[in-house]
C-alpha cells in the first residue's frame, strides 16, 4: 500500500512568489494533516481536514497560507505571496477513522529566498 | 510553554546497546495519547510506538518500548540492542483529549547516532 506522498520534494522562490504544495493521504484515509518545520524548532500543526472540510485551522498563520481538499482527496497548500520566514519542511499526515496514529510523508523543503 | 520537551539534540550509542531518549510532557487533560516518530535522513517521518493515558502498561513494539511515567509526565523511548540503521532523528508527540483528530504536539527531536 503507499504511503502518503507529497510533491515537490524541494521548492526554492523568491519572496514574492506563490507556491503550491501537494499531499496525497493513504487511500481510504478521511482525516488529513498539515505541518511545518521551521529550522531547529519543533513541527506545528497548521490544520486538519476531515474529508473535505477544515475541522481544525487553527495552526495557519495568516491568510497569506490557503489549503484546500478537493473532493476529499488530495491536498493543496498554497503560500501567497511567500516570506522568508515560510521557509522550513511542510509535512502532510493522514489517518483512518478512528485510529491512533497519523501518518506522515516525506515533507516538502521550501526555501524562500 | 512547550508542551512536548526534548532534552537531548544529540545522542551517541554503541551498536547492541540498549538507548533512552527523553521525552517530557505537559498537559492538564485527563485524557491524552503520545506517540514516538522516528525520521531517517530519507525524510519519511515513521510511526515507532503509541502510549494512551489511561493505559496501565507500558506500549511496546519489537526492540522499542515507552516507559510511561505518568507522575512525572515523561514518555521516553527505549530502543534496545541498537543497530546501525536506527540512526536517525526521533520525535515525541503528543494528542491531547480524547478525540483522535485533535492535532500533534512536537518536541524539536533528538538526534540518535549508532556507532559501529
Known amino acids: 500500500e503507499a504511503g502518503v506522498t507529497q510533491f515537490p520534494s524541494h521548492s526554492v522562490i523568491e519572496k514574492g512568489q506563490t507556491v503550491t504544495l501537494r499531499c496525497d493521504p493513504i487511500?481510504?484515509?478521511?482525516?488529513l494533516y498539515w505541518y511545518r518545520r521551521v529550522m531547529g524548532k519543533e513541527i506545528k500543526f497548521l490544520l486538519h481536514?476531515?474529508?473535505?472540510?477544515?475541522?481544525?485551522e487553527s495552526g495557519m498563520p495568516n491568510n497569506r497560507f490557503l489549503a484546500e481538499r478537493t473532493g476529499g482527496t488530495y491536498s493543496t497548500l498554497k503560500v501567497q505571496p511567500a516570506e522568508l520566514e515560510d521557509s522550513g519542511v511542510y509535512f502532510c499526515?493522514?489517518?483512518?477513522?478512528?485510529?491512533?496514529?497519523?501518518?506522515f510523508g516525506p515533507g516538502t523543503r521550501l526555501t524562500v529566498l | 510553554a512547550q508542551k512536548i520537551t526534548q532534552t537531548q539534540p544529540g545522542m551517541f550509542v554503541q551498536e547492541k546497546e540498549a538507548v533512552t531518549l527523553d521525552c517530557t510532557y505537559d498537559?492538564?487533560?485527563?485524557?491524552?495519547?503520545l506517540f514516538w516518530y522516528k525520521q531517517p535522513s530519507s525524510g519519511e517521518m515513521i510511526f515507532l510506538i503509541y502510549?494512551?493515558?489511561?493505559?496501565?502498561q507500558n506500549a511496546t513494539e519489537g526492540r522499542y518500548s515507552l516507559n510511561f511515567q505518568k507522575a512525572r509526565k515523561s514518555a521516553n523511548l527505549v530502543i534496545s540492542a541498537s543497530q546501525l540503521g536506527d540512526s536517525a532523528m526521533y520525535f515525541c508527540?503528543?494528542?491531547?483529549?480524547?478525540?483522535?483528530?485533535?492535532?500533534?504536539?512536537f518536541g524539536t527531536g533528538t538526534s540518535l547516532t549508532v556507532i559501529p
Open positions: 499526515a493522514s489517518r483512518m477513522g478512528p485510529i491512533n496514529e497519523q501518518f
Open positions: 487511500s481510504g484515509h478521511d482525516n
Open positions: 481536514f476531515v474529508k473535505e472540510s477544515k475541522q481544525d
Open positions: 498537559t492538564s487533560d485527563p485524557s491524552y495519547g
Open positions: 502510549q494512551g493515558s489511561y493505559d496501565q
Open positions: 508527540a503528543m494528542r491531547e483529549g480524547w478525540y483522535t483528530g485533535n492535532q500533534f504536539y
